[in-house]
């Protein structure tokens, strides 16, 4: 399989001279140069047969549509992006390639496919001709499909067949739904109005009622069963229980996690690999995908405790000692989120949830943040409108609401934090964002807005 790599259009005076001096030395013969980054680039100019039956191309792609999109290589299943592209005539760097690769093409963030609007067909490039450089145009016309059941991927009949739909089944109907409509006649499911709803999916059970916050938080800071892990009040209503603020709980138990568990985390880290984090944004389809969008709040990296990792023994001895202490079962928990913040990363103020939440899961009603390690300087959590810091220590839990007591409904605007920048060191930490609602089955439903 080739690796695609975008090369840059600038040229430096040491590469000018050193095509000159290939010129020459070829006496007026034909001198072939490699494309940057290209290792597997070699010169033939003494056989130009070979020269023209040489697979390599050079591609771009010119964006006349009004959407801006992501350019996927076709690998014979679901595709691996390789570019994005602006809107409206928007032409980036080269992508290095050979003929016969096709690529296709999406709106950017999700996977809802750009189509011909005379045709209702997606649109693909095939690599081909003898040209060693080709330019491929999306059109003005370019558009979203009018067919509202249908499939993305010509391997989603296979997909299919093998019990995907059933298995997978909120990802599959959204990009395999003329499939998953043959084969389990859940073409219907592809209006998430239809398909996300509490009493649909059994997630009608809500975590807190009126008084459960503040009974958990006082349990936590009272009794007996919850001293082995160190707790310390930082802010309580009241300031009760030791606390020296005023205003919504906040909590630390400073022996939480062991050094086992969290080699463990890190480890599950590897996984799925650390990227730069991304936040959701608008939903932008009737099936009821979020576009995915690059961070500008937050430069850390992060990495999502999914299958290998999530069945991890030290990882699940955390999530079950989670559930113990909040008596809240993990079909509420979002996955863990692994996060590395190098020197100068930060993640700006924000909040866990939001004024008016509309999903199917409810509001993130609490957050259990492990530190995984010491940080030499900086990186502290600051809840910015409380006059409240919390320094990252290894093992350490810090716990906060992100709705009120007396209506766990509502968010409360006052638990509003950021990641202040690491000054020197690395920062290690994961989170658990725990919902009012059921969230996994939600989420495998496709209904969280996430179909990554």
């Known amino acids: ?12 005076p040491s590469f000018l001279l050193l095509s000159l001096l290939l010129l020459f030395s070829t006496l007026g013969g034909v001198a072939q140069t490699c494309a940057n980054g290209d290792d597997t680039c070699a010169t033939n100019e003494d056989n130009p047969k070979q020269q023209a039956a040489d697979p390599r191309r050079i591609i771009t792609i010119d964006n006349l549509s009004k959407y801006r999109a992501d350019i996927h290589y076709d690998d014979g299943r679901f595709g691996k992006i390789v570019q994005t592209v602006p809107s409206k005539g928007g032409s980036p760097n ?9 690529f296709f093409v999406t709106m950017h963030g999700v996977r809802e496919g750009l189509v011909d609007p005379t045709t209702d067909e997606q649109i693909f490039f095939t690599v081909g ?6 330019k491929f145009i999306i059109p003005k016309e ?18 299919a067949a093998r019990g995907e739909c059933t ?16 084969k389990e006649g859940y073409g219907h499911l592809i209006d998430s109005e239809v398909r996300c709803t509490r009493e649909r999916l059994n997630a009608t059970k809500a975590a807190f009622d009126v008084g459960s916050l503040d009974d958990l938080f006082t349990r936590w800071a009272t009794e007996e069963a919850f001293v082995q892990y160190e707790p310390n009040v930082i802010s309580s209503p009241g300031k009760t229980h030791g606390a020296e603020h005023d ?12 050094d086992e568990e969290i080699e463990a985390l890190l480890k599950g880290a590897e996984y799925g690999g650390f990227e730069r984090s991304t936040d959701q944004g608008n939903i932008i389809a009737s099936s009821g995908e979020k576009e995915k969008v690059v961070s500008t709040s937050r430069t850390s990296s992060n990495a999502w405790c999914r299958r290998e990792c999530e069945i991890m023994p030290g990882v699940k001895r955390v999530s079950n ?9 993990q079909g509420n928990y979002e996955s863990f989120q692994i ?9 700006r103020r924000h909040h866990d949830s939001s004024g008016k939440n509309k999903n199917m899961s409810g509001h993130r009603i609490l957050t259990v943040f492990l530190y995984l390690n010491d940080v030499e300087e900086g990186g502290e959590t600051a809840f910015t409108d409380l006059g409240i810091s919390v320094k990252p220590k290894k093992g350490r839990a810090l716990i906060w609401p992100s709705v009120l007591n007396d209506d766990p409904d509502s968010w409360d605007s006052r638990t509003y934090h950021e990641a202040r920048a690491v000054v020197k060191g690395t920062k290690y930490a994961a989170n658990h964002w725990i919902h009012q609602y059921d969230f996994r089955n939600a989420n495998v439903w496709g209904c969280s807005g996430s179909f990554a």
């Open 129 to 134: 001709g003898d040209e060693l450089n080709d």
């Open 339 to 347: 996060l590395k913040y190098e020197v100068g990363e930060f993640y």
């Open 167 to 182: 298995n997978n089944p909120g990802w599959m109907i959204v990009n395999c739904c003329q499939s998953c409509e043959e």
């Open 321 to 329: 000692r989670i559930e113990e202490i909040t008596g809240i079962p």
């Open 94 to 102: 080269p992508i290095n390639t050979f003929v016969g690769h096709r």
């Open 142 to 159: 370019a558009t979203t499909s009018k067919t509202r059941c249908k499939d993305r991927y010509p391997v989603c009949k296979k997909e």
């Open 247 to 258: 205003g919504p709980w906040i909590l630390t138990f400073d022996s939480f996690v062991d």
């Open 1 to 12: 399989l080739c690796s695609f790599r975008t090369t840059s259009m600038n040229v430096s």
